[in-house]
């Protein structure tokens, strides 16, 4: 059975569309800067004032898998930045 185009008997459009269609969708979300600024830059001071490494392994673990992560959506001179603002702490703390 072929499916038709348009909409159902209850006049409704299929909510998939045409899943191979070459139109370019807008992402869902797009993410506030500003509060991902703030977000990197809590847990940096987080790093900074201390003396140890302040997470246990499982903080450490998200940490280091999603502050890259959360950098790559800022510019990428800006996330360069923090991303090598973060390695400097979490070797700083690995060696204490």
Request: glycine share 6%; net charge negative.
């Amino acid at each position: 059975m072929t499916k038709q185009a348009g909409p159902d008997l209850f006049g409704n459009i299929d909510p998939q569309g045409d899943l191979f269609g070459n139109e370019p969708q807008e992402p869902a979300w797009k993410p506030n800067p500003d509060k991902v600024r703030h977000r990197l830059e809590r847990i940096l001071a987080e790093a900074r004032a201390a003396e140890t490494m302040p997470w246990d392994w499982s903080q450490q673990s998200l940490y280091k898998t999603i502050f890259p992560q959360m950098a790559g959506l800022l510019p990428e001179e800006e996330a360069a930045q923090y991303c090598f603002q973060f390695e400097q702490e979490w070797e700083r703390l690995k060696a204490a």
